[in-house]
């Protein structure tokens, strides 16, 4: 098969991802043989293309988000068989999918939503996974006491997803910060109650709209330059979810507000081995939310072809974005 891979990391600059033909991946007992047919490329993936060399005699294949079809079972799968079309993100450890085939752990992965192409639907497991475990707790709830959610950074693709995912399954009035006004139309057409401009003062903001603070704050990117406001957004008590926090950040001065903090990360279920089958879990909720007209695809862009310049193009707009 063929498969776009690099051996020594590398910045953009130096971009060195180029197709190669190698051995399609060999099938764990517990695994599917999934012909990829679209991926997603994510900001992790360019950190990763930075920071992470292969082992000698190895390349690494990068991707971890995609749509296809299931070519082969292996013997304790269960739920699927060759032919379905279905959707996920693999695992860290192995092979991604820039390739003409993946091999995955049948339990993180779901049926494909019927409505959705296989680009719609690649750009989805991701993001919507990342956005349920920071917001959902115990009983796949929000915490207790939470009614108003601020989302920073709300029209990137895990804050859209947020936006719906509470819109969808929650109450919480949603509060969500934009600042181009093409962003703004865009929070607000996935649900946003109120859109604030992260460009300018949030907290007087949050006044001018006869607003209190947030009892939860997700905080996409950019987490430590937002730090040293989030007690004039955030009440004391409340819940404040990190997705990026790949780096020291000083938190102390939450402490006077007893803040809670969460670190998000959206393999730590197939890493630790904890609870991987939440992970095909939560994609069958996404499908049936998808299915139901509640969550839409955040697709922005499609390049088509497994091609080094497609894969340097998508590294470079995801670099933009972050």
Partial sequence: MKALTYQQAHELADFALHLQEVPVPTLRDSDLLIRVEAFAVNPGDALFRRFTSAAPGRSVILGWEFAGIVEKVGPHTTGFQPGDAVYGA???????????????????????????????????????????????????????????????????????????????????????????????RWVEAMGADVVLDHSQD????????????????????????????????????????????????????LTPHAISVHLEAVFARVVTNQHPKQQGQILRELTQLVDAGKVRSTLQKTLPGLTSENIREAHELVEKAT
């Fill in 202 to 253: 949030l907290a007087a903001q949050l006044a001018q709209h006869g607003l209190e603070k947030a009892d939860m704050v997700l905080a996409t990117r950019s987490s430590a330059s937002h730090l040293a406001t989030i007690p004039q957004l955030l009440k004391a008590y409340g819940h404040l979810s990190l997705l990026d926090a790949f780096q020291s950040l000083d938190v102390s001065g």
């Fill in 90 to 184: 693999g695992d860290l450890s192995r092979d991604g999918n820039y390739a003409d085939y993946v091999a995955v752990d049948y339990r993180v992965v779901a049926h494909k939503p019927a409505g959705l192409s296989f680009p719609e639907a690649a750009a989805l497991p991701m993001s919507f996974q990342t956005a349920w475990g920071a917001l959902l707790r115990n009983d796949n709830q929000l915490p207790a006491g939470v009614g108003t959610v601020l989302v920073l950074g709300g029209a990137g693709g895990i804050g859209s997803i947020a936006i719906q995912l509470l819109k969808a399954r929650t109450r919480a009035k949603v509060i969500a910060t934009a600042s181009r006004p093409e962003s703004k």
